[in-house]
């Protein structure tokens, strides 16, 4: 990581029974975008303890450490390590923490299960998490 680079930590939590992922459908100043969900490393924080505070933020999804697993880095325009849980639950959190309070007609989250069948169908940000994710998900069916 360059000096003074930021780091970003996400995780793909994946539902088996229902194959699919949870992801972040972005509305922000009319562009149409979707994001694995996660954020911005605060002080001294490891990759993977910043994935389980931005998740259990935004999704109120509680993971501990054991719960996830490193599947791949993103460097497209920032550092970003990417993680992987598994859950049970079908459940679609409401989104919260700051993201709910930046939330505006302009500026929409709204986490939504996605099949892994249709990744290729919606347009998930950075491109290069998206080649990567949909990689991923093939070895995580066969």
């Not at 000096?3 to 100043?29: C, D, F, P, T, W």
Request: proline letters at 4%; glycine letters at 4%.
């Amino acid at each position: 990581m360059k000096l003074g680079q930021k780091m970003r930590a996400r995780i793909v939590i994946y539902n088996e029974n229902i194959n699919s992922i949870l992801l972040i459908h972005r509305i922000k100043n009319k562009r149409d975008y979707w994001v694995i969900p996660g954020g911005g490393a605060q002080n001294s924080e490891t990759p993977c303890q910043t994935a389980i505070r931005e998740i259990n933020e935004e999704l109120q999804m509680k993971f501990k450490v054991n719960d996830i697993s490193y599947i791949f880095d993103i460097n497209e325009k920032e550092r970003q390590k990417i993680y992987f849980a598994k859950t049970d639950s079908i459940y679609t959190p409401n989104i919260s923490g700051e993201e709910a309070m930046r939330s505006s007609n302009n500026n929409i989250y709204i986490p939504t299960w996605i099949n892994i069948t249709i990744l290729d169908k919606i347009n998930l940000q950075p491109k290069e998490a998206l080649k990567k994710l949909e990689n991923f998900c093939l070895e995580l069916t066969n």
